[in-house]
Nanobody, 123 residues
Framework: QVRLVESGGGSVQAGGSLRLSCAASEYTYTYCMGWFRQAPGKEREGVAAIDSVGSTNYADSVKGRFTISQDNAKNTLHLQMNSLKPEDTAMYYC??????????????????WGQGTQVTVSS
């Protein structure tokens, strides 16, 4: 069972940047990996995902601002977030899907989850 630990969250002003990381306890290069977020009172939503061959999928709300990447040598997933907006404020979660079918953005497709890291964007 893969364990996932997120880091890199924090507080920034609108327009700023953050880079989230997710360290996995084992090789995940055959998995699909994704970033999700959940704001208070809202459902968890998919932000970005990447499959085992590097194909990516982004939510419309973050296209052009966020970039998902995977460092297979270090078993680490990243999410570079630029031009942050107050509406990006949420708890951000890393997740893994195995077997890897497609880089889905639906949370129910994912088997393993981290504990989350908080991102707060002030106006």
């Amino acid at each position: 069972q893969v364990r996932l630990v997120e880091s890199g969250g924090g507080s920034v002003q609108a327009g700023g940047s953050l880079r989230l990381s997710c360290a996995a306890s084992e090789y995940t290069y055959t998995y699909c990996m994704g970033w999700f977020r959940q704001a208070p009172g809202k459902e968890r939503e998919g932000v970005a995902a990447i499959d085992s061959v590097g194909s990516t999928n982004y939510a419309d709300s973050v296209k052009g601002r966020f970039t998902i990447s995977q460092d297979n040598a270090k078993n680490t997933l990243h999410l570079q977030m630029n031009s942050l907006k107050p509406e990006d404020t949420a708890m951000y979660y890393c997740a893994a899907e195995t077997p890897c079918d497609y880089a889905y953005l639906a949370p129910y497709e994912y088997n393993y989850w981290g504990q989350g890291t908080q991102v707060t964007v002030s106006s």
